[in-house]
């Protein structure tokens, strides 16, 4: 069975400097690696997405995540995060078997933007 | 309309009404999905549709009910509800389960 780790529930930044945010996946085969984003009381939205091919994928809102098969890890960057940026972030993996497969989703890092 | 439309977005119920939850999804796609979303949980699958067929069903209580009746419509059906139901309720859709999921807005459910 798929499933993902977000080591971290808590992270806190200061407006400006660097991101990352951690996901870990455990799949027998390739995965499909997504981020989603979450603001206070909304859906989610899809960041970017891993299919195949380049392992550094970019996303909407200045974000890029990059696929690492040897770590089993997809990483969230972002080189300098805005005021905005503060939400609930989710890492989900998928299946390359189609069928009855489904997104299996991380618990979440809630990310702080300080001034 | 655009993506994936909730409604209603606000909720509030007492536990002997009888209320329902609609999600309508504008992009063609074929899988649809309901969640609940409790704070400080992670985020719950409850139910699946696959071209309208009912695939999965994560032992969900039976005072919640699903309807598909086609690929962009899915219902949400609630009655005799406990407070500890109380949630935000999101609805997604892919165009194949294991891809990516697209979500509405929600609906905040308050069981009084």
């Known amino acids: 069975a798929q499933s993902v780790t977000q080591p971290d529930i808590h992270i806190t930044v200061s407006e400006g400097a660097s991101l990352e945010l951690r996901c870990n996946y455990s799949?027998?085969?390739?995965?499909?690696l997504f981020w989603y984003v979450q603001s206070p009381g909304q859906g989610l939205q899809l960041l970017l997405k891993?299919?195949?091919?380049?392992?550094l994928v970019q996303g909407i809102k200045g974000f890029e995540a990059e696929f690492k098969r040897s770590q089993s890890s997809f990483n969230l960057r972002k080189p300098s995060v805005h005021w905005s940026d503060a939400a609930e972030y989710f890492c989900?993996?998928?299946?390359?078997?189609?069928?009855?497969?489904?997104?299996?989703f991380g618990t979440g890092t809630r990310l702080t933007i300080i001034p | 309309e655009t993506g994936v439309t909730q409604t209603p977005r606000h909720l509030v119920m007492g536990m002997t009404n009888k209320k329902s939850l609609k999600c309508e999804q504008h992009l063609g796609h074929n899988a649809m999905y309901w969640y609940k979303q409790s704070a400080k949980k992670p985020l719950e699958l409850m139910f699946v549709y696959n071209f309208k067929e009912q695939t999965e069903n994560n032992s969900v209580p039976s005072r919640f009910s699903p309807e598909c009746p086609n690929s962009s419509h899915l219902f949400l059906h609630l009655h005799t509800l406990q407070p500890e139901d109380s949630a935000l309720y999101l609805c997604a859709s892919s165009s194949q389960t294991g891809y990516e999921q697209y979500f509405g807005p929600g609906t905040r459910l308050t069981v009084t």
């Open positions: 891993y299919f195949s091919g380049d392992t």
């Open positions: 989900a993996v998928g299946s390359s078997n189609f069928g009855n497969e489904k997104l299996t």
């Open positions: 799949y027998g085969a390739t995965p499909y």
